[in-house]
């Protein structure tokens, strides 16, 4: 595979510091920890060790690397090896992800009755699920899913 031309620790070298000046009031202590360990990962800045040839005796310096559970470099092994192992547990049918939204006006009053409204959302999507699967003319089938809520302003702004 042919590496790109950019990683994101040569964006936040290039740019980090002054993301970090403008968005200093938003950004909590880990979020400036993981962009510092990033910058510095696989440099000299985290110390390293030589590396030799045993067969022809040729030297090359490799760098530490910071081993940021957020840092994509350091991290890309263990994540794919997570989502291998992720794959070999999904069954061999057809998943699909669905939203069920509300219009954004209710949101406030879902927030001031969550265990009420969210049990109606749930039971309303489950149902709805359901009964569009068996159905002869969409799926005729018993399904099974997972419900995830997320209240989410979706193109919507904050004004």
């Not at 620790?9 to 880990?30: H, N, Y």
């Amino acid at each position: 595979m042919k590496q790109p031309p950019w990683e994101v620790a040569d964006v936040i070298r290039k740019s980090g510091r002054q993301f970090m000046q403008r968005f200093e009031k938003c950004l909590t202590w880990p979020h400036v920890k993981v962009l510092n360990a990033i910058e510095r990962c696989r440099t000299a800045a985290l110390g390293g060790h030589r590396d030799q040839c045993d067969h022809c005796g040729h030297q090359t310096i490799s760098y530490n690397s910071c081993r940021n559970r957020h840092c994509p470099k350091c991290q890309t092994s263990a994540r794919n090896k997570w989502l291998s192992a992720r794959q070999q547990e999904l069954l061999p049918v057809d998943y699909y992800h669905l939203v069920f939204s509300v219009p954004h006006a209710l949101v406030p009053l879902i927030w001031q009755n969550k265990k009420v409204l969210f049990k109606l959302l749930f039971d309303a999507s489950a149902r709805t699920l359901l009964e569009v699967a068996a159905d002869p003319k969409h799926l005729g089938a018993e399904i099974g899913f997972l419900s995830v809520f997320a209240l989410a302003p979706w193109g919507e702004t904050n004004s």
